[in-house]
């Protein structure tokens, strides 16, 4: 059974890591990611877009699963050919029009690193909305849904062949594997 509280970072943009935050979407157990306010703040840590939990409210938690709804559907109707609701198109812009989280150099090991500074919620709701109208409207990018029929966790399929079918090789590719390779065993 799949971790429901774990996250899940195969989609290869932050916009779509966030479409991620509701698993198993067409299944009866679907289940949500982002349970409380306190998730959502250790999303956008663990997600890389700052360096510690920001406050995070029920208010605030209620429009990031509004913004994250807009942009699967924006996404999906990508998938499937639909027509995007002016609504979701609406919910996307608007974010996207808040100023982003500030980043700031940092000293590494490694050399000189632009880093997330501290950010408040609507800022980083910003940045996931920005990087949803980069996704969306680059018609060059394959954008792909898991062919897993229970996942449904989309990705951008960046191989050199377009030829990706799982979100992660790790979990459902090799889920499938399994299962071909006992079906054969049969």
């Known amino acids: ?12 943009r932050p916009s779509v890591n966030f479409t991620a935050t509701v698993g198993m979407r067409r299944t009866d157990g679907g289940f949500e990611r982002l349970p409380d306010p306190a998730a959502l703040g250790r999303w956008f840590t ?13 208010a605030d938690l209620t429009a990031a699963r509004e913004l994250r709804e807009a ?9 499937t050919g639909d027509p995007a609701a002016e609504a979701d198109v609406a919910t996307v812009n608007r974010w996207a029009a808040h100023p982003p989280p500030v980043t700031a150099l940092h000293v590494t090991p490694e050399g000189l690193r632009a880093r ?5 919620v609507p800022a980083l709701l910003a940045a996931i909305a920005a990087d949803a109208v980069a996704v969306l ?7 792909r849904e898991c062919a897993d029929p229970g996942c449904t966790l989309l990705f951008l399929d960046t191989s050199r062949a377009g030829a990706r079918r799982w979100c992660s090789m790790s ?4 889920r499938d594997k399994m299962q071909r390779y006992r ?3 049969r």
């Open 116 to 120: 997330p500074a501290s950010a408040t």
């Open 71 to 79: 942009v699967y559907r924006l996404m999906l109707g990508r998938l």
């Open 137 to 143: 409207g680059d018609a060059a990018l394959r954008l």
């Open 46 to 58: 663990e997600a890389g877009l700052t360096p510690e939990d920001p406050p995070c409210t029920v």
């Open 1 to 12: 059974m799949e971790d429901k509280l774990g996250f899940r970072f195969h989609g290869g």
């Open 171 to 174: 979990a459902c590719g090799s």
């Open 183 to 185: 079906a054969a065993e």
